[in-house]
């Protein structure tokens, strides 16, 4: 199919009451139980929460992962549950710049090919596709490692590679799975900063899931699942009332 990109006025995430379930030992969990949630172009959401509140599986639904069993996802106007496998993995490759919490990295592959990988499947050629992924690296420090595969890469570094991925494609929505869950504070802050910039100059939607505090105060918004409540904080960090049908649930 020929993916048709909305334009950027266009590139808004929208959840109207999203449900996803799971099954385990016999019992329904409501991993994401009535979420709803808005984020513009140009704008940064910070989801922070602990573990096994379903942020993941809330970024998995939005990449058109996952399927909801209500509710609706829209991105640019377009329902998400409408397309078919084809047109969700073209959505995946050509609009969203995924961070994955454990990397995805090829293994015995280059940091600069692993970076350019998204671009090549998109059609690109290797030396197009490099050339464009390695400013990307130099941006998350990693100029001098590139051509490093990712077994003599650290955890840290690893990690920055599949960020350079994510963004090397200039998608229009951008979700980051704990990006920075591997980094010390100060790269983490210069991570978080990049992605916040990316959001406020090229007009990214980015939603980023983290358990950092300091870095969720970077972004422009920020929201909490906790208790089964998604709910949004003021500009002093503090807590408002749960946002108006907004929920999300136990756990993944």
């Not at 799971?22 to 602990?50: C, F, K, N, W």
């Not at 058109?64 to 998400?80: F, Q």
Request: hydrophobic share 40%.
């Amino acid at each position: 199919m020929s993916w048709i990109l909305p334009s950027t006025e266009e590139r808004t995430l929208e959840l109207e009451r999203v449900v996803k379930h799971y099954h385990e030992a016999g019992e329904e969990v409501r991993a994401v139980d009535g979420v709803s949630l808005t984020i513009a172009p140009g704008e940064m959401v910070a989801l922070y929460g602990p573990s096994g509140s379903g942020k993941t599986t809330l970024l998995l639904l939005i990449a058109a992962l996952l399927k909801p069993e209500a509710g609706t996802i829209r991105y640019g106007g377009l329902d998400l549950s409408s397309l078919s496998e084809a047109e969700a993995s073209e959505y995946l490759l050509r609009e969203v710049g995924f961070v994955f919490q454990n990397f995805h990295l090829m293994p015995r592959v280059s940091a600069v090919e692993n970076a350019a990988r998204k671009l090549i499947l998109g059609g690109l050629g290797m030396r197009e596709a490099t050339a464009r992924a390695v400013p990307w690296l130099e941006r998350v420090g990693l100029g001098e490692r590139l051509r490093c595969t990712p077994e003599k890469l650290s955890g840290g570094e690893r990690q920055r590679v599949a960020i350079a991925r994510a963004l090397a494609a200039e998608p229009g929505l951008i979700l980051a799975d704990e990006p920075t869950g591997n980094l010390d504070s100060a790269r983490s802050r210069e991570i978080i900063e990049l992605l916040r910039s990316i959001a406020h100059e090229r007009g990214a939607a980015v939603l980023l899931v983290t358990h950092d505090q300091e870095a969720a105060v970077i972004a422009d918004r920020r929201c909490t699942l906790r208790d089964g409540k998604l709910t949004e904080s003021d500009s002093q960090g503090e807590q408002s009332e749960p946002l108006a049908g907004a929920a999300a649930g136990a756990r993944r």
